[in-house]
């Protein structure tokens, strides 16, 4: 039996709470995915996660990464202790 396409659309809406959740859900998936076990549209709706989950994952380094860029050109002003 199809899914409802609400269903379809919470799987992929929810967004993860930090990087290192995102990351965790990632690597069940991909255990769930590798397992062979999951019946197709399951399948189906764990890649559709794990791409998202990816973009979020991907994201966030890139923010850190600009973050770490800003630092080491010393755009911040150093911190001095008087």
Do not use: H, I, N
Request: proline letters at 6%; a negative charge.
């Amino acid at each position: 039996m199809p899914r409802s396409p609400a269903a379809a659309s919470k799987v992929v809406a929810d967004t993860p709470v930090s990087y290192e959740d995102a990351l965790a859900e990632l690597d069940r998936l991909l255990v769930a995915m590798e397992g062979g076990q999951l019946p197709l549209d399951s399948l189906l709706e764990s890649y559709q996660r794990g791409a998202v989950l990816l973009e979020f994952c991907r994201s966030k380094l890139q923010a850190v990464e600009q973050q770490v860029k800003v630092l080491e050109e010393g755009q911040l002003k150093p911190w001095t202790t008087t």
